[in-house]
């Protein structure tokens, strides 16, 4: 194992535009579509929630502004691109990666934990509010697995090196093995080992980009795109790539193979545009925007929340039909209140972005690899707990500081 994880003989790569505007895109996507797509109502009581892409023949949406799978793409790419310039040993590169990942979830933690409980104080209705505190936490789903593929990252390069296209494709038999499993004859729970295989496989294509081997982008696109329209037409898989209230079944929880398809479809297409991209003066927006990505991912939806609080439940404004009249007036209005709203909210937490001076000392293995489980075990305890009132947060919190705090262990004497 110990030889597996040394650092692959490759030269240094610089910083890389495209990516960079891709993880830009793919952030402002998420942003706009969790922005838009709610349909809330409040009768008094209970605040109910629907979603504007289940309007028959909307999903198809769905196969663009899903774009997780680019954002995992852009993700393995710059994670092979800082892993290859990065001085220092593999763990120490891991620990680095740890601080700046978790780091930022802190803050949003201390104000998330008490302010449930002083809302309540204030007299704001416990269901709502519960509603708004666990799903503030049910977003931090993609830090999880994202840990899982940045502490993959350098084993995974060792296998990029060593066996080539042959990773990927072993990433993809086992998608393709969960799902023949879980459709014919397994539970449904084995389903999420693609969790590892789906994510890690458009993770593994980001290297391969790096290395300009990710040739033929229009034969990838159509290869995807096909083979999702045919595991949709002909499989048990539904057409949206994203969960729909009422759907039998997601393809995002856990991921599956039409999602996959759509992935590498995606992959394939935005390659097929980099000439074009690469044409945008895209300069002065990304060098201000980078730094805050994290801060716009993990605050977006407590935005989102105080206006649903004020409009919906405060005022009794329910959102009109989707693609109504009324629905198109209003987003103009609802998009730029939001955007104002999240403002001074970016002014305040993106500091925290970039983690403390703490006196880091020599990182080993067997600590880099402990902190990466008690920070994704706390991540894990926010997504499936939330903010809402009770001890799970805290203590979800608790193992990320911990994991934290052992990524800078006392200098070796």
Not at 123 to 128: A, F, K, L, S
Not at 229 to 256: D, H
Not at 264 to 292: C, D, F, K, N, S
Not at 330 to 350: K, M
């Amino acid at each position: 194992m110990t030889v597996l994880l040394e650092r692959p003989a490759v030269r240094a790569t610089t910083r890389d535009s495209f990516i960079d505007v891709l993880r830009l895109a793919g952030m402002a996507l998420v942003v706009l579509q969790h922005w838009t797509i709610p349909v809330l109502g409040y009768d008094g009581v209970r605040l109910t929630t629907g979603n504007a892409l289940s309007t028959p023949g909307v999903w198809v949406v769905t196969w663009i502004s899903q774009v997780m799978p680019l954002v995992f793409f852009a993700g393995g790419a710059a994670n092979a691109i800082s892993f290859r310039r990065a001085p220092g040993t593999a763990p120490a590169w891991l620990a680095v990666r740890l601080r700046r990942l978790a780091w930022p979830v802190l803050p949003l933690a201390a104000v998330w934990i008490p302010f449930p409980h002083v809302l309540a104080t204030f007299g704001v209705p416990e269901q709502p509010l519960e509603v708004g505190s666990r799903l503030t936490g049910q977003l931090l789903w993609f830090l999880v697995v994202y840990l899982i593929a940045v502490t993959a990252t350098p084993l995974m390069l060792r296998m990029h090196a060593r066996h080539g296209w042959r990773a990927p494709a072993v990433l993809v038999a086992g998608a393709v093995a969960t799902d023949l499993v879980r459709f014919t004859s397994g539970p449904d729970l084995i389903g999420y080992l693609n969790i590892g295989f789906v994510w890690l496989a458009v993770h593994q294509l980001g290297f391969f980009y790096v290395d300009r081997r990710l040739g033929r982008p229009g034969l990838l696109a159509m290869a995807g795109y096909g083979a999702a329209a045919l595991l949709v037409a002909f499989g048990p898989y539904p057409g949206s790539m994203i969960g729909l209230p009422g759907a039998e079944m997601s393809n995002m929880a856990p991921p599956t193979l039409a999602m996959l398809g759509v992935g590498i479809g995606q992959i394939g297409l935005v390659t097929l545009l980099r000439p074009w991209i690469m044409r945008l003066r895209t300069e002065r927006l990304v060098a201000w925007a980078g730094p805050r990505m994290m801060t716009v991912y993990l605050w977006h939806m407590p935005a989102l929340f105080a206006m649903s609080g004020v409009v919906v439940v405060g005022l009794g404004l329910d959102t009109p039909a989707p693609g109504s009249l009324g629905w198109l007036a209003g987003w103009p209005v609802w998009f730029g209140t939001l955007c104002l709203l999240i403002w001074p909210l970016l002014r305040a937490f993106a500091r925290f972005e970039e983690p403390p001076a703490l006196p880091y000392g020599v990182a080993t293995w067997s600590g880099s690899l402990v902190s990466a489980a008690l920070v994704g075990g706390g991540l894990l305890g926010l997504t499936a707990f939330g903010f809402a009132p009770g001890g799970a947060p805290v203590l979800s919190t608790l193992a990320i500081a911990a994991g934290l705090l052992l990524t800078a262990p006392r200098a070796r004497l």
